[in-house]
């Protein structure tokens, strides 16, 4: 059996090894880019091996409200922040508003803002053609077949981004906000943070700071939230939006579909051909049925003065 400074002494080989490598060649060994590795599957890694340990415990109600209160947070950053506004413009906001977007979004620890907005619109100029960076039907130009797209779309398409590219081609508009770019230095910062603070906040409506609460709630409300909230949104494109699974309701240009399977996980974002067929509308809703939590929180907060000039082509 392993001992602990056996471990110890292992990982600070290893740790000796990979720092003599470039990054060109640590993106050969791991066959990926290593901050997407970082960002994507240690999470996932450690989200399964925690799971373990977890599952053990009696679940109570405050796993779920912590679980819950947190995806919400993060899914506000995504849609609200990340899609209609950094990505889309659908509305102006305040500097306050504009930090909370970035900061939520940063909690759903997924990519910065400016590469996000930077693939999204790229998604958008391409959908479902061959330069589409997350097609399900096509990689670089070549067709693929089901599964292969399936998982292209889903996570594949991260490891082979050219980010730097993307972002040039896409969000040079960022740079003409500097307090925007500086905030991206915290981006990893923020992101870490909050997968370990809901822990503590766990532990103490617990009343007791054990290390089972704070790993229970480390679990709950930061790395099984972020887990699902990431193949949530992976599923818009490999599986539920652009596969041609659910409905359409605007003939675009694309194979975009309105999925209500997707709804409790993504809520109005779940309208996305709605979405594809107004871009730039912050409102996803077209019928009374089609329901978008987020686009009336952004008339709440426009009664705040937060928020201004909110597109909405769905205006009847
Ligand atoms: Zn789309
Ligand atoms: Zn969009």
């Known amino acids: 059996m392993l ?5 110890k002494k292992i990982g600070v080989y290893v740790k000796i090894f990979l720092m003599s490598l470039t990054v060109e060649q640590k993106d050969k060994l791991l066959g990926i880019k290593p901050r997407f590795f ?21 679940f109570v109600w405050q796993d779920f409200f912590i679980f819950f209160v947190f995806y919400q947070i993060a899914l506000f950053g995504i849609s609200v922040g990340n899609h209609r506004y950094f990505s889309h413009k659908s509305f102006k906001a305040t500097p306050f508003f504009e930090f909370l977007l970035f900061f939520t979004s940063a909690v759903a620890f997924q990519t910065p803002a400016i590469c996000w907005a930077a693939v999204h619109r790229k998604h958008h100029h391409h959908s479902d053609k061959g330069e589409d960076p997350h097609s399900p039907y096509f990689k ?18 991260i490891f082979g981004l050219d980010t730097l590219g993307i972002i040039k081609k896409y969000t040079q508009d960022f740079y003409h906000n500097e307090r925007l770019v500086n905030w991206h230095r915290f981006h990893m910062f923020i992101g870490i943070s909050f997968l370990i603070i809901p822990g503590f906040i766990e532990a103490a409506m617990l009343g007791e700071f054990s290390s089972d609460n704070i790993l229970r709630g480390i679990f709950w409300g930061g790395l099984f939230r972020v887990m699902l909230l990431h193949n949530a949104v992976f599923l ?3 599986w539920g939006c652009h596969r041609g699974i659910g409905y359409r309701r605007n003939e675009t240009n694309d194979q975009s579909t309105n999925n209500p399977l997707l709804f409790p ?6 309208w996305h051909n709605n979405h594809h067929g107004s871009q730039t509308s912050a409102n996803n809703a077209q019928r009374a049925i089609d329901i978008d939590p987020h686009f009336w929180m952004l008339k709440g907060f426009e009664k705040l003065g937060w928020v201004s000039d909110i597109k909405d082509a769905h205006k009847s």
């Open 140 to 157: 670089e130009g070549r067709a693929l077949s089901f599964w292969e797209g399936f998982w292209h779309a889903h996570v594949m398409w």
């Open 265 to 270: 996980f993504i809520l109005g974002e779940a």
């Open 236 to 238: 818009i494109n490999s």
């Open 38 to 58: 970082f960002a994507i599957m240690l999470p996932f890694i450690l989200c399964i091996a925690l799971g373990f340990y977890v599952w053990k415990l009696p």
């Open 3 to 7: 001992s602990y400074n056996r471990c």
